[in-house]
Structures are given as C-alpha cells and as structure tokens.
Nanobody, 126 residues
Framework: QVQLVESGGGLVQAGGSLRLSCAAS????????MGWFRQAPGKEREFVAA????????YYADSVKGRFTCSRDNAKNTAYLQMNSLKPEDTAVYSCAADFSVDGATMKVPMEYDFWGQGTQVTVSS
C-alpha cells in the first residue's frame, strides 16, 4: 500500500520560511517523479514544483520560482519543498504526489499523478 505523508506545514509571517517533507512508503521511491501541488480555498489545485527521479531536474511554477526549492533524498524515501520569502498568497493546503510516468508535458497536471498525500496546511500572515 502506497503512502505519502506530508509534514512541516504551519503558520508563518510573510517573508518567513517553511520546509515541507513528504515521506513515501510502499513504492520504489527512486523511480518516481515527485510533484508538489497546492489548493487555496475556493480555488483549483495548482502545480507548485516537481523533481525527477534522480533529483537532477526540478521544475517550478512561475509564482514560486526563485523562492521555493524542491529536493529529494532517495535513501530516506523523502521529498522536500523548501519555501522561502513566503507571501500571504502562498497560503494553501500543500500536497505531494508521486507518479512513475509523468514527463515534462504532464507533470503539472494533477490528474496524471497516481498517488497523493493528505496535505498539510500552510498559512502565511501579512
């Protein structure tokens, strides 16, 4: 049974930082692309970042580029999202997702991912 468990969310002031973790089990983690998505109240889920299986290639939404960094530790079966210079508009539930076959054309599409975590709330106060 595949499980993805996010942690590290919380309340932070604008300009602050948080690091989210996504611990995976039940899959060969090092073969999967890991994606990060977020959903704010009343809005659709949106792509934030993704990292390929080796960690050499990362991809970011324009809204977070230069502020967020995606990484992974395949030995620990864990993906990370370091979020710096947080803004109130970053407030959302952040979820990690895993898929074996997404590529550059599909990794931004939530429906393409097979496995999802439960999400963790990130709230940025102004």
């Amino acid at each position: 049974q595949v499980q993805l468990v996010e942690s590290g969310g919380g309340l932070v002031q604008a300009g602050g930082s948080l690091r989210l973790s996504c611990a995976a089990s039940g899959l060969t983690f090092s073969r999967y692309v890991m994606g990060w998505f977020r959903q704010a109240p009343g809005k659709e889920r949106e792509f934030v970042a993704a990292i390929n299986w080796s960690g050499r290639n990362t991809y970011y939404a324009d809204s977070v580029k230069g502020r967020f960094t995606c990484s992974r530790d395949n030995a620990k079966n864990t993906a990370y999202l370091q979020m710096n210079s947080l803004k109130p508009e970053d407030t959302a539930v952040y979820s990690c997702a895993a898929d074996f076959s997404v590529d550059g054309a599909t990794m931004k599409v939530p429906m393409e991912y097979d496995f999802w975590g439960q999400g963790t709330q990130v709230t940025v106060s102004s």
